[in-house]
């Protein structure tokens, strides 16, 4: 990949050489290895993103406002579909254009959300380049940063031949060769890479007891942080991005967030935090415009309300179903009407029902997708990609026409797919709007293929919960929704947003955004909570101060240095703490019984191990079996000096086939057995 000068017939004088000659060709050298940031192209809006036209106000906004010479934060507040990706990046170019920064990272919620951004950079536009090509005059090293990023196919294409495991031989591979592999050998080292995309975790480790927590803190130093879903963050992680932002901030770095449901009292605690770093005072934030566009500087805060693109700004309805039966007739009515929908449950065991009864009402298989976490990688994998096809942006009216999609929270954040019609379990306000996002997100005719105008009529919004009253019960969620009652414990706050969206009949953005964000976490929100849920607010309420408590012990102080605190141990990377949950979970790997040996659930040449594995919560699975049969034990052993890891960092569930069913064995938090069974249709279940 070198680029050597052209040889020369006649002598040059040492002098002559060494200005003409030797440091040329050393400065082609090190930008071919990577010792110096890669070049940026000069680009406008329209040239990094050719499909924008007209670019959405956000977007213009994006390209025209004055940077400053310095660090800086953006908070981009906008609702689901006004290119706030786009104007993120825009954003991140101008500051590398402007030598403020090297490269970018990218942070989102999930892994999925992060294989979806990382397609997007590399997927070529309409005139045949991606916007890394774009972006960059010399080739940069692009990579992915997750806890299962080194399987990704893409990656692997990246890799230059390295499979990033193992060591290399410094004289048999190309230069180039050598720093891929090197980069993508662990994710600690993506943050290294001129651009990164990942989950928020991998940077949120750069202000953890980590044991490679400043070299984490030094990939993100000359970046450009993006995090997108900002919302997405519990209290906890919230916590830890504070942290992150002073640190980002105190090394001279940008920093840019991205939400449509941000409260003010959050939005004004990150942008403290940032400045915090630069060594400024709090700002000052007035603005309760939405959508707005929050600028930061060391002594300059703005606030800049922004106009919505038309195709954005809608009315969605909104309807309530109060059984499960309800909730499926609203979806075969969807598909006898040649439209597409979905059911998005807040439980994995919830969305498998909602699946089944859908099988016994009739739907054939080829019809339904069911998408939730607990598959296998591989699986889970080829269901995203499904689902992708067949909702995606690019679906067309015969692969969309009597589609069913079954999900769990998977969708609500950062996937753009597209449905006619949804049923969603009652969540939180600002989850309800994103899931909301996905309801009629793109331009379609009646049929369901991409046009110019909208045919397919006036969007609605099925919300499936318990009826509402003015006076509930403290059980007015659990007993008729136990699920959603586990997964968001807030009781008082899923009732404010029921009452709003009651009063309301309607998502009216982006001129209700505001009103109902705050209306369920602003200041004034828990003095309208019924007092039969108030002592749950209280109990969450110091669950959270609990958990933020926590988040500050394991967070490195800017202020104190590195010095060794008292019971603080670096962690390794295997315990991750940058989310808490009420259930810890376990990785999960999955081995079929068959004929006398073990094999992994997928068969494949590399990372065999990797793709049939899952996490899941310990009162699903926590710990394995005991075998009494001595061939299998000694299978167990012999099948764990095979995994890369041999099998240290995670737990086996051996299957065997019975009655055409997968069947196995495991232990749940208390130490009982129970009995589980895996298929690629409906994941990980109880037996």
């Not at 005139?127 to 893409?154: E, N």
């Not at 059980?475 to 969206?501: E, F, I």
Request: aromatic share 6%; charged share 20%; with cysteine.
């Amino acid at each position: 990949k070198y680029r050597p000068l052209p040889q020369r017939g006649a002598p040059l004088p040492l002098a002559d050489y060494w200005h003409e000659c030797a440091l040329p060709q050393a400065a082609n050298a090190l930008i071919d290895i990577g010792l110096l940031p890669r070049r940026t192209r000069p680009q406008t809006l329209v040239g990094l993103f050719d499909y924008l036209q007209p670019p959405t106000p956000l977007q213009q906004t994006a390209a025209d406002i004055p940077l400053a010479a310095m660090p800086q934060l953006f908070i981009l507040e906008d609702v689901t579909g006004a290119g706030k990706t786009e104007a993120a990046l825009l954003l991140a170019h101008r500051l590398m254009q402007a030598g403020q920064a090297d490269g970018f990272y990218f942070g989102l919620p999930t892994m999925a959300t992060s294989n979806a951004m990382f397609r997007r950079l590399i997927d070529q536009g309409l005139d045949g380049q991606c916007f890394i090509d774009k972006c960059f005059l010399d080739t940069p090293s692009l990579v992915l940063a997750h806890s299962a990023s080194r399987l990704a196919p893409a990656l692997e294409a990246l890799q230059a031949g390295g499979d990033g495991d193992t060591d290399y031989d410094k004289d048999e591979a190309a230069a180039a060769e050598q720093r891929q592999s090197w980069f993508a050998d662990s994710r600690k080292k993506a943050l290294l890479a001129d651009a990164g995309v990942g989950t928020l975790d991998q940077a949120l480790l750069a202000v953890l007891y980590s044991k490679h927590q400043s070299l984490r803190l030094l990939g993100l130093a000359r970046k450009v942080l993006i995090v997108d879903e900002v919302h997405a963050c519990d209290v906890y992680m919230l916590k830890l991005l504070e942290a992150l932002l002073t640190f980002h901030a105190a090394a001279g770095g940008s920093a840019i967030l991205l939400s449509a449901t941000l409260p003010h009292a959050t939005r004004a605690t990150l942008a403290r935090a940032y400045r915090a770093g630069l060594g400024g005072k709090t700002p000052v934030l007035q603005s309760t415009a939405y959508p707005l566009l929050t600028h930061i500087g060391q002594d300059t805060s703005d606030g800049i309300p922004l106009d919505t693109r038309p195709e954005v700004a809608r009315t969605v309805n909104i309807d309530w179903v109060h059984t499960p039966d309800a909730a499926v007739a609203v979806l075969l009515a969807a598909r006898a009407a040649g439209r597409c929908a979905c059911w998005i449950r807040n439980t994995v065991d919830d969305a498998i029902a909602a699946f089944e009864a859908l099988q016994k009402a009739g739907v054939p298989e080829v019809d339904l997708i069911l998408f939730h976490a607990r598959f296998a990688l591989s699986d889970r994998s080829a269901i995203e990609t499904a689902a992708l096809n067949t909702f995606g942006p690019d679906s067309n009216a015969a692969q969309r026409r009597g589609k069913i999609l079954i999900c769990t929270q998977v969708v609500e954040s950062s996937v753009d797919v597209d449905l006619d019609v949804m049923v969603s379990d009652l969540a939180p306000i600002d989850l309800i709007i994103q899931r909301a996002g996905r309801l009629c997100r793109h331009v379609r005719d009646a049929a369901g293929n991409r046009a110019v105008g909208n045919g397919r009529g006036q969007a609605r919004l099925w919300l499936f919960g318990p009826a509402f009253v003015t006076a509930p019960a403290a059980d007015w969620l659990s007993k008729p929704c136990p699920g959603t009652a586990a997964v968001y414990p807030d009781h008082g706050r899923l009732w404010l947003t029921a009452k709003l969206l009651r009063d309301a009949a309607a998502l009216t953005m982006p001129e209700a955004a505001r009103r109902l964000i705050e209306g369920v976490y602003g200041d004034e929100s828990e003095a309208a909570i019924p007092p039969a849920l108030l002592a749950t607010a209280y109990k969450i309420e110091g669950e959270n101060a609990a958990k933020q408590s926590h988040a500050d012990a394991n967070t490195v102080k800017l202020v104190k240095g590195y010095v060794q605190q008292e019971g603080i141990e670096p962690w390794d990377d295997t315990y991750i703490p940058t989310r808490l949950a009420d259930q810890p979970s376990v990785t999960l790997r999955l081995a079929c019984w068959e004929t006398g040996a073990l094999r992994p659930w997928v068969v494949a040449e590399k990372y065999a191990w990797e793709l049939s594995q899952l996490s899941v919560r310990i009162s699903l699975y926590a710990d394995e079996a005991v075998s009494a049969d001595p061939v299998l034990r000694t299978a167990l052993e012999a099948c764990r000096q095979t995994m890369p890891d041999k099998g240290r960092w995670s737990k086996l569930l051996v299957l065997s086939l019975e009655n055409g069913k997968w069947v196995g064995q495991g232990k749940n938090r208390k130490g009982e057995l129970v009995g589980l069974r895996y298929d690629e249709r409906l994941g990980l279940r109880r037996a």
